[in-house]
């Protein structure tokens, strides 16, 4: 019998559909036994959050440090600014319509609380180091293993990157499910379910449109270098927007995304260094999804949402998600740290990006890939005059 494999998306889309179908009937005793595991749960995800950020951050900046040259301090900077812009197109976006789509309410860690669910016990496992510590580590020790000429230590770094590589994969996401259902379980015992499941529907119809329009966008500015028409280009690149959406993974689908950039008439040597390289750095979609549900969870919340408190949130957001390629389950993983220390998210807000992020991680994998389409476009008209 050949072994049925569900994806993490449908596992969490049968969590969060059992916690709300077994919630309202549910005794609060059974309902304590999955606060007690969110708890546990929560508490070793925080411990986890800066050596996420250190195993993978330190590998990824030492990584992207080993290249040189003028057209890797080019292509970094655009898909930075790209990254940045799609996260302040987010924002405000968010800022304008989510105020008269969300209704205020109270903090999520309240809703327990006011219903009496609390833990039969709780375990404290307190993290090795701060989350801006972790950051600042990391970012040292990343530059520093770029210009080392010795492979001991940069060894040493990949091999405990693989450990949390496999600490994501062996334990994180086999759990997450059973977390989220926890969550959406206690939600729906406290009545609370429904206003925040209509928000959900309401963030994923924003962010969609705002990946189509980001896409446009992103084509149209590569049109003004390259003289071509911006539609056309984009439509060449579907097969890897396609192909994004099914594999749900940026470096899987490189080779389709490199094809049909040539296709776009990018020279070989151009497609083959910048492909492979914004699949690492260029997030665009990936920002865009974290910036809009983090904004729209805040407002749900009644949390202050002001612009300098976000400008430095997306800022590092952009820098910090270059570790997201290496994380199974995407982006949402690597930003976990910041969205606690910048943004304040407890655990159940956590939990919430990460359920509505899986949700559309197809959809922001394939904007991010395609939108390497675009870049590449603009290094090879810029090298091109070089040349000349």
């Known amino acids: 019998m050949k072994k049925i494999h569900i994806g993490l998306l449908p596992r969490i889309i049968i969590a969060i559909l059992l916690g709300i179908a077994v919630g309202h009937f549910f005794p609060a005793s059974l309902v304590r036994i999955f606060v007690t595991f969110n708890g546990i749960f929560s508490e070793f995800l925080n411990f986890s959050i800066p050596l996420i950020i250190l195993g993978l951050v330190t590998v990824a900046i030492a990584d992207i440090g080993k290249g040189a040259g003028k057209m890797l301090l080019i292509t970094a900077l655009i898909a930075y600014g790209a990254t940045l812009f799609s996260g302040f197109l987010s924002y405000f976006t968010g800022a304008t319509l989510f105020p008269s789509l969300i209704e205020p309410g109270r903090p999520l860690e309240e809703i327990s609380e006011a219903q009496g669910i609390l833990p039969f016990f709780s375990i404290s496992i307190p993290p090795l180091m701060n989350v801006m510590t972790s950051l600042i580590l990391a970012f040292t020790l990343g530059l520093g293993l770029a210009t080392l000429h010795s492979d001991s230590l940069k060894n040493a770094a990949r091999d405990f990157q693989e450990i949390i590589v496999r600490m994501i994969s062996a334990v994180i996401l086999p759990l997450l499910p059973l977390y989220i259902l926890g969550i959406f379980l206690n939600m729906t015992h406290s009545g609370q379910v429904f206003s925040i499941l209509m928000v959900f529907i309401k963030i994923i119809g924003v962010i969609f449109v705002l990946h189509v329009f980001l896409l446009i966008f992103q084509y149209c500015i590569a049109a003004l270098f390259v003289q071509r028409n911006p539609f056309k280009l984009l439509t060449r690149m579907l097969p890897a927007y396609f192909t994004a959406l099914g594999t749900q993974s940026s470096a899987a689908t490189i ?56 400008s430095g949130f997306i800022f590092m957001l952009g820098i910090t998600m270059i570790a997201a390629p290496g994380v199974p389950g995407g982006a949402i993983m690597a930003s976990l740290g910041i969205l606690q220390s910048m943004l304040g998210f407890d655990e159940s807000a956590q939990a919430l990006m990460i359920a509505l992020y899986i949700a559309m991680d197809s959809f922001g994998t394939a904007c991010n890939v395609t939108g390497d389409g675009a870049i590449a476009l603009i290094i090879d008209k810029i090298m091109g005059k070089e040349k000349k």
């Not at 919340?301 to 408190?309: A, K, R």
């Open 255 to 310: 080779p389709v995304t490199l094809e049909q950039t040539k296709k776009n008439g990018v020279s070989a040597d151009i497609a083959g260094f910048v492909i492979p390289l914004c699949a690492t750095i260029h997030l665009s979609g990936s920002t865009l999804k974290i910036v809009a549900c983090a904004l729209a969870l805040m407002i749900m919340q009644g949390m202050p949402f002001d612009f300098s408190l976000f």
